[in-house]
Antibody, heavy 120, light 107 residues
Framework: ELQLVESGGGLVEPGRSLRLSCAAS????????MHWVRQAPGKGLEWVSG????????GYVDSVKGRFTISRDNAKNSLYLEMNSLRDDDTALYYC?????????????WGRGTLVTVSS | EIVLTQSPATLSLSPGERATLSCRAS??????LAWYQQKPGQAPRLLIH???DRATGIPARFSGSGSGTDFTLTISSLEPEDFAVYFC?????????FGQGTRVQIK
């Protein structure tokens, strides 16, 4: 069964750091681009970051550039998001999602999400 | 940065009616546009990619059209399970910006 399972969310104070992980199974992980998308409570979707299958291309939404770092470990079938200098407006449900192919930003498999709450 | 604008914000229709959702880009995105459906408490589901191609397992009542800056998602005859929020998404270099969404609700 194709599956993505996120972990690492929680309550964190502004200015602190958090590392999200996404474990993939049921497909050949190193053949596909991977992405993080977030959704603030009651709001729409925001693409956060993504990288190609071999990590040659990496992108970030402007609001997280310099604070968040995406990475992947193809040997462990895992995707990561290192989040530093967290702000209140980073509070959201963070989804891990799979691209349709090695360089796609269109997302055909999603996890259930992990909730990040930034608050003092 | 290319911005996507979806309209209308809310569409009130009855089951069996045709739904027409619009997504407009501030610059041409060629055919690099996708549509997603999201129901409450669930992750989004890919419906259409590359403007017109249905994703695997998506019913034929969903269709996408358009290129350049103007795109449309059409649901030919609404089923009860189609009442949800719909998002468009573009590819801009290596960014995947979403529109703000259209809610399709029961009239």
């Amino acid at each position: 069964e194709l599956q993505l399972v996120e972990s690492g969310g929680g309550l964190v104070e502004p200015g602190r750091s958090l590392r999200l992980s996404c474990a993939a199974s049921g497909f050949r992980f190193d053949d596909y681009a991977m992405h993080w998308v977030r959704q603030a409570p009651g709001k729409g979707l925001e693409w956060v970051s993504g990288l190609t299958s071999n990590s040659d291309n990496i992108g970030y939404v402007d609001s997280v550039k310099g604070r968040f770092t995406i990475s992947r470990d193809n040997a462990k079938n895992s995707l990561y998001l290192e989040m530093n200098s967290l702000r209140d407006d980073d509070t959201a449900l963070y989804y891990c999602a799979k691209g349709r192919h090695a360089i796609s930003v269109f997302l055909d498999l999603w996890g259930r999400g992990t909730l990040v709450t930034v608050s003092s | 940065e290319i911005v996507l604008t979806q309209s209308p914000a809310t569409l009130s229709l009855s089951p069996g009616e045709r739904a027409t959702l619009s997504c407009r880009a501030s610059q041409s995105v060629s055919s690099f546009l996708a549509w997603y459906q999201q129901k409450p408490g669930q992750a989004p589901r890919l419906l259409i990619h590359d403007a017109t191609d249905r994703a695997t397992g998506i019913p034929a009542r969903f269709s996408g059209s358009g290129s350049g800056t103007d795109f449309t998602l059409t649901i030919s005859s609404l089923e009860p399970e189609d009442f949800a929020v719909y998002f468009c998404q573009l590819r801009d270099n290596w960014r995947g910006t979403f529109g703000q969404g259209t809610r399709v609700q029961i009239k």
